[in-house]
């Protein structure tokens, strides 16, 4: 079956200006995570949705980043007003549930470049 | 503070030189300890969970153990297709079901 699918792959955007990320997790998949993952890094959590719900938060770095999954499958990450520091691999991850038993699925990623 | 280090932070083998990564944690509690392998421009693929000290598990040429403060990753008679970066995440205890996730390492496997 697909995957967890994300678009774009590639965004480049000027500073300033407002983006979104989107995500598609895998049929079924009822939690869906957003981590960021700079050059040489490990990933880094972002937030983490049950269903529609925002179960966690708490790794969103300020009030510009925002995310949605209205219908509890397809996610979109919000950037307002972008800041270089932005610059980044914007991944997407889904599971069959919340819990350690269950597997995280990584996306492709977007590739973030502010300029 | 959750902590994860992994090491080293680049390793190169010969084709068929075995060897091992580590993962070295902190945490106040663990719910289980992941290992993902990533290729370049490409999303982690999942390869291990491991629940608690003293588990193992193994896949193909790959073998990760666990203790109480650290994982291992061995790569028996690696092949240049084992070539990619390697990450260790865990899920602590008092956490939603976030992975807090080491910064890796790169493994280059030479013909």
């Known amino acids: 079956g697909a995957g967890v699918s994300q678009t774009p792959s590639n965004k480049v955007t000027e500073k300033g200006k407002y983006v979104e990320l989107r995500c598609d997790p895998i049929?079924?998949?009822?939690?869906l995570y957003w981590y960021r993952q700079s050059l040489g890094q490990g990933p880094e959590f972002l937030i983490y949705f049950q269903g529609t719900g925002a179960a966690d938060d708490s790794g969103l770095p300020n009030d510009r980043f925002f995310a949605v999954r209205p219908e509890g499958s397809v996610s979109t990450l919000k950037i307002q007003r972008t800041e270089r520091g932005d610059s980044a691999v914007y991944l997407c991850?889904?599971?069959?549930?919340?819990?350690?038993?269950?597997?995280?699925?990584f996306g492709p990623g977007t590739r973030l470049t502010v300029t | 503070e959750d902590q994860v280090t992994q090491s080293p932070e680049a390793l190169r083998l010969q084709e068929g030189e075995s060897s091992s990564l580590n993962c070295s944690y902190t945490v106040s509690g663990l719910r289980g300890l992941f290992w993902y392998r990533q290729d370049p421009g490409k999303g982690p693929e999942f390869l291990f969970t491991?629940?608690?000290a003293g588990e193992e598990k193994e896949k193909e040429r790959l073998k990760a153990t666990l203790t109480k403060k650290e994982s291992f990753l061995h790569i028996t008679a690696p092949k240049p297709e084992d070539s990619a970066t390697y990450l260790c995440?865990?899920?602590?205890?008092?956490?939603?079901?976030?992975?807090?996730f080491g910064s890796g390492t790169r493994l280059l496997v030479r013909p």
């Open positions: 491991l629940y608690s």
């Open positions: 991850a889904s599971s069959l549930g919340g819990g350690t038993s269950y597997e995280q699925y």
């Open positions: 049929s079924g998949h009822t939690a």
């Open positions: 995440a865990v899920h602590p205890m008092d956490s939603s079901y976030k992975l807090i």
